[in-house]
């Protein structure tokens, strides 16, 4: 019988056993994590010294302004570049659990949701485009014509003018002769 032996504190698999580890379980205490696992740990201990690094030299570049940039601007580009294989490193190991179900022939945990919760079921999706509106036909109702005046109905270009003997004052025009209507206080009777 063949056993999967597990790294003791991330345990993941670091091996295939005929036998058990002398613990008398699949954990190897001799092996704290998996190579996968010890990576990461050195890429994140070496975005961290990075870090500290930066900030001590950027801490330096403050009091002494004066002082050569070039260590400073050195230590910025390390971390940065530590920074990146710090993310690329975490992206990689949130799809660990994907790529180890599909290569053991299993779905994924998001896919097993779907089964499960029956999302991926034809009469559900079908269900769910009616729902949303897929496939829906909806009429749109022909406007009204419109309803003009005729022209004859229409005051002349003329009457808007304020210099002309035809004008008459709106009901918000103002009466002081001015030209101007004051709209500053609104309490104030017009």
Not at 30 to 55: G, L
Not at 126 to 132: A, G, S
Not at 141 to 164: F, I, K, M, V
Not at 169 to 184: I, K, N, V
């Amino acid at each position: 019988m063949s056993y999967q032996i597990l790294a003791s504190v991330c345990q993941h698999p670091i091996r295939a056993s005929s036998s058990l580890p002398y613990s008398g379980s699949n954990l190897d205490f001799d092996v704290r994590y998996c190579p996968s696992c010890s990576a990461s740990r050195s890429v994140r201990q070496e975005r961290d010294t990075t870090e500290q690094r930066y900030r001590q030299d950027r801490d330096l570049q403050e009091l002494f302004p004066e002082s050569d940039r070039t260590t400073a601007r050195e230590s910025r580009r390390e971390y940065d570049r530590s920074r990146l294989a710090y993310q690329e490193d975490l992206d990689y190991q949130q799809d660990r659990q994907d790529r180890e179900r599909r290569a053991a022939g299993r779905p994924t945990m998001r896919e097993e949701g779907r089964q499960f919760a029956g999302l991926d079921d034809p009469e559900y999706l079908d269900f769910r485009r009616q729902m949303n509106g897929y496939g829906r036909t909806t009429r749109i109702a022909e406007p009204e014509p419109e309803r003009h005046r005729s022209e004859s109905q229409y005051r002349d270009q003329r009457e808007y003018l304020r210099t002309s003997r035809r004008y008459e004052p709106g009901r918000y025009a103002d009466r002081s002769g001015s030209g101007y209507y004051d709209t500053s206080d609104p309490y104030r009777r017009r």
